[in-house]
């Protein structure tokens, strides 16, 4: 009995010392991991080191309005507010005051990329400002210069009167990969030369609200104060400028947006040689393929840039360019999606030729076309006229309709369509007209008049979506409509 009792005692014993051994080395191999992965993670000290004595905080000057406080509210009166509370309200001649309206604001951050005084930042960090001051990483003050500006790109050149100024390394954002690490040094709510790190999330992203930047996309906190910064790569190279973040709360989520540096050094050269910025310019209006359009067009899949107006003696109207035209590359550079194309063709200087693949009415096609100048903003919107709409007519879409008039055909500039006023249930409907829609083109032919467009129906394929073009509050765009569909 008391051997069987020592030989279950030894084999117990046996099997905790292998299990120790075990979690023993477990243990090390964890480690041995751990410190792996630690050796990997990348150390900001000496980038930070040489490359933050370049980065300036930049603050502005502006003419307030009277009246006004530094959040833009109303500053509201005396006796709509408590009377506990009357004594902490700032007087009136405090606030309506010179010194109070004319008070520096710091807005941004900014780089300087040259020993005699260049500074880059954003157009809306000095936008409308009466003085500019930048505050050098010394403590020093100076006002700076504003050399050029170009609102389309957000971006802003400066000068400062000063020699042998620490500079940063200009890198090249073009070979920018996902996934890379990034550093972005600025001055976030007025903290000076705060630094935040993150990873490249994205390249080449396009905004719908800029359209001229394919953005860098990366999760480095970037809040108010960030913009105009800089962006590192590993090397203590600028790859971008910090310019936005979207958000719903006002400040970081995660998604942050710098401009390729590729794109800010053209536009500093251009305005250092010619004071202003040109881009390239097709003269086409375009909306994004949806699966409904793609279907309805005969492609395979969602991609391109579909033409739904042709500017009259632009580029693109001189080039052969078709309303109905899908655009699919650009200069051998594909267009997935409608706002790639902008961006493409901005960069072309004007004068060069480029060719573009495109389909138009199922059948691949390529064009040479000669790239224009990009007009004003203003020249811009003239060639997209208001509307103003109103009609009677039934037809199968279900919507009431009416042939234009030759006085709104003119206050149009078309020549020919109908006009929705009413829209009821069927189709029409089901498909997103809505009163006040202009149709002018249904499955690739114009349309002259309500009759015409009962006869491009009945001729058109059922229950398969067709395109059909339409004009509403003065932009023309495409949509997907299945005819005979109940």
């Known amino acids: 009995m008391e051997f069987r009792k020592n030989s279950v005692i030894r084999v117990e014993l046996q099997q905790r010392v292998t299990q120790a051994l075990s979690l023993f080395a477990s243990l090390l191999l964890l480690l041995a991991f751990s410190s792996g992965v630690y050796a990997q993670l990348p150390n900001f000290k000496e980038l930070v080191k040489e490359s933050a004595p370049a980065v300036v905080n930049i603050a502005a000057v502006r003419n307030k309005k009277q009246g006004l406080s530094g959040f833009g509210f109303k500053a509201p009166r005396s006796e709509d507010v408590p009377e506990i509370f009357r004594p902490f309200l700032p007087k009136p001649e405090e606030r309506d005051s010179p010194a109070d309206r004319m008070r520096p604001e710091s807005l941004g951050s900014g780089f300087i990329i040259s020993e005699d005084g260049y ?20 403590r020093r003050e100076m006002e700076a210069k504003l050399i050029g500006s170009d609102e389309r ?3 802003a050149l400066l000068k400062i009167a000063a020699t042998n100024l620490p500079t940063v390394k200009i890198g090249e954002s073009a070979s920018l990969e996902a996934g890379e690490w990034v550093l972005a040094i600025g001055s976030p709510f007025g903290f000076d030369h705060s630094v935040t790190a993150g990873i490249v999330s994205a390249t080449g992203r396009a905004l719908q609200s ?24 590993l090397k203590g190279e600028v790859v971008g400028i910090n310019s936005q973040i979207y958000t719903r709360s006002g400040g970081f989520m995660g998604l942050s947006f710098a401009i390729p540096i590729d794109i800010a050094m053209n536009v500093v050269a251009q305005l250092r040689e010619n004071g202003f910025v040109s881009r390239g310019w097709l003269g086409v209006v375009i909306q994004e393929v949806s699966k409904e359009l793609a279907e309805s067009f005969g492609l395979e899949k969602a991609e391109g840039a579909l033409v739904v107006k042709v500017l009259s003696n632009s580029p693109a109207d001189k080039g052969g360019i078709e309303v109905g035209d899908i655009i699919l590359k650009f200069n051998d550079s594909s267009i997935n999606l409608s706002v790639d194309l902008p961006h493409k063709v901005g960069v072309v200087p004007p004068g060069q030729e480029a060719v573009l693949d495109i389909v138009r009415a199922g059948q691949a096609l390529s064009l040479s076309l000669v790239i224009g100048m990009l007009p004003s903003e203003k020249k811009l919107a003239s060639e997209l006229p208001a509307t103003n709409i109103e009609a009677l007519q039934n037809n199968p879409l279900g919507v009431v309709l009416a042939d234009l008039s030759a006085e709104q055909q003119q206050q149009f500039s078309m020549t020919a369509g109908v006009i929705v006023k009413q829209v009821m249930e069927g189709v029409g409907a089901t498909a997103g007209l809505i009163p006040g829609d202009i149709i002018s083109m249904l499955n690739g032919t114009e349309v002259q008049s309500v009759s015409h467009l009962l006869e491009l129906i009945k001729e058109s394929p059922k229950r398969k979506a067709v395109p059909m073009r339409i004009v509403r509050r003065g932009s023309p765009l495409f949509i997907a409509i299945k005819l005979g569909a109940k």
């Open 153 to 155: 790109s957000d971006i």
């Open 119 to 138: 500074i880059l930042t954003n157009y809306h960090v000095v936008k409308n400002a009466q003085k500019i001051i930048v505050r050098l990483n010394d």
């Open 210 to 233: 800029e359209t001229y930047v394919p953005f860098i996309q990366t999760d480095v906190a970037i809040n108010p104060g960030n913009s105009g910064g800089p962006l590192f790569n």
